[in-house]
């Protein structure tokens, strides 16, 4: 009887392979367990990225638009007695100009081909604050003017002649010249027949008017810088 005998390196060979297969399952395992922990997490971080990029939360960059110079304005009167006075001046050509007046804007209009405006506004009794600016065709606004102040005064100013009175006789060389003396308002324009006369700092005038032989009639005459005019009349007579 004849018998077969196992090599013993066979079987070590056998061990070997059984170790090899099982090192390379786990490194398999360990693979896909890598792949897996970094698909996750690595899908994870794009998603969040491509929200953070996304338009929607991007911030918006608005254009800013280009702030024009302000409008040229012609001069206005500090005061008038009108209920109206008008605003006339320089802006882009064919603007939208705006006369503030108060701080309300009536409807605006529109300037010339060569940017000349004109605008009738309403004032109130009293102090008016008046300021311009304007929109061009391409809707890009101007800085605002500086602020004019606007009186209106529709009164009379004050006058009262203190001396001479009224119809009193003179006589005498030393008596030919009168001396007209009164109080008024300390900004207004004064004039004794026809000259002017100064009024000073607390209102009060004098003025040394030569006199003709028989009756003198004197006209005192005062004007506000609203343009609202006040006249008084006295009669002097002068005998040798």
């Known amino acids: 009887m004849r018998f077969t005998r196992r090599r ?32 996750k997490f690595g899908l994870t ?8 990029l996304s338009p929607k939360n991007q911030p918006v960059i608005q254009e800013q638009k280009r ?7 012609n001069s206005i009167p500090s005061a008038t007695n009108s209920a109206q ?32 405006f004109e605008s009738e506004i309403d004032l109130e009794k009293g102090e008016n604050f008046v300021s311009v ?40 060389q030393d008596q030919k010249t009168a001396e007209i003396k009164g109080t008024t308002e300390t900004d207004a324009s004064l004039s004794v027949n026809n000259r002017y006369v100064s009024v000073r700092s607390d209102g009060t005038f004098s003025y040394q008017l030569g ?12 004007k506000d810088k609203a343009g609202n005019i006040t006249e008084k009349k006295i009669n002097l007579r002068w005998q040798p």
Do not use: C, W
């Not at 971080?45 to 953070?52: G, P, R, V």
């Not at 702030?67 to 304005?73: E, H, I, N, S, T």
């Not at 100013?157 to 119809?167: F, K």
């Open 45 to 52: 971080l794009l998603i969040k990225m491509a929200i953070l």
């Open 133 to 172: 600016k304007y929109t061009d065709t391409s809707g890009n606004d101007s800085r605002e003017s500086q602020s004019f102040s606007v009186s209106r005064d529709d009164e009379a100013p004050a006058l009262t002649i203190n001396s001479p009175s009224d119809r009193t006789i003179l006589h005498g």
């Open 85 to 116: 006075v008008k605003i006339s001046g320089y802006a882009s050509p064919l603007a939208n100009v705006s006369v503030i007046v108060n701080g309300n804007s009536p409807e605006p209009s529109i300037a010339g081909s060569d940017g000349y």
């Open 211 to 222: 006199l003709q032989e028989g009756d003198n009639e004197i006209t005192v005459t005062v």
């Open 8 to 39: 013993p390196r066979s079987r070590l060979a056998e061990i070997e392979r059984k170790k090899t297969s099982r090192a390379v399952f786990l490194s398999l395992i360990v693979i896909l367990a890598i792949g897996f922990i970094a698909v």
């Open 67 to 73: 702030l024009l110079p302000a409008p040229v304005v």
